[in-house]
T-cell receptor
């Protein structure tokens, strides 16, 4: 069964450093998302991406964040200057298969980001 | 704006007993509703969804949920709990345009007592 993959599974970085989280969505999906889950808290929406542009973003998604689909398969989240409060599990999701509109978002296993 | 409230951050049931996880939603438009399960150190897996078709929705692993507009609820049930059901369960809501962002509840951790 097709699945969303994310790399790395765990990233440790120092405050102020840039990180790039990578995702490979399910082939032929049209919509892409990033969510995050701070330890012990609920899953929060960050940004959605469709047709090579951001379709919606939350107030969390400030100028320190950016997303990109550099090629036909990868979808990346960049944090330019990490803060301690960016420590969280980051989930990538995709939806909207070309052939059927099921509106199901399929989630990857997540990248645990630890900022020290 | 949309939101969901999950009553009970922790629920414990005996193996073989009924599982009932509660979710109430608030939405300014007819919603789509979802239940996701998260096993330890894993991502989110879709259990079932309501997208304005049948109000009683059946999902994987024997779970089902009923959309009740009058009560703004979408509670998750399973007739007989199994040890493998131990996990965190999240209710989520989106708009009905399709492929919109999900707004999640705070989650309910389900523990199964042998």
């Amino acid at each position: 069964e097709p699945e969303v993959t994310q790399t790395p599974s765990h990233q440790v970085t120092q405050m102020g450093q840039e990180v790039i989280l990578r995702c490979v969505p399910i082939s032929n999906h049209l919509y892409f998302y990033w969510y995050r889950q701070i330890l012990g808290q609920k899953v929060e929406f960050l940004v959605s991406f469709y047709n090579n542009e951001i379709s919606e973003k939350s107030e969390i998604f400030d100028d320190q964040f950016s997303v990109e689909r550099p090629d036909g398969s990868n979808f990346t989240l960049k944090i330019r200057s990490t803060k301690l409060e960016d420590s969280a599990m980051y989930f990538c999701a995709s939806s909207g298969h070309l052939r059927d509109r099921t509106y199901e978002q399929y989630f990857g296993p997540g990248t645990r980001l630890t900022v020290t | 704006a949309q939101s969901v409230t999950q009553l009970g951050s922790h629920v414990s049931v005996s193996e073989g007993a009924l599982v009932l996880l509660r979710c109430n939603y608030s939405s300014s438009v007819p919603p789509y509703l979802f239940w996701y399960v998260q096993y330890p150190n894993q991502g989110l897996q879709l259990l079932l969804k309501y997208t304005s078709a049948a109000t009683l929705v059946k999902g994987i692993n024997g779970f089902e949920a009923e959309f009740k507009k009058s009560e703004t609820s979408f509670h998750l049930t399973k007739p007989s709990a199994h040890m493998s059901d131990a996990a965190e369960y999240f209710c989520a809501v989106s708009g009905n345009f399709g492929n919109e962002k999900l707004t999640f509840g705070t989650g309910t951790r389900l523990t199964i007592i042998p």
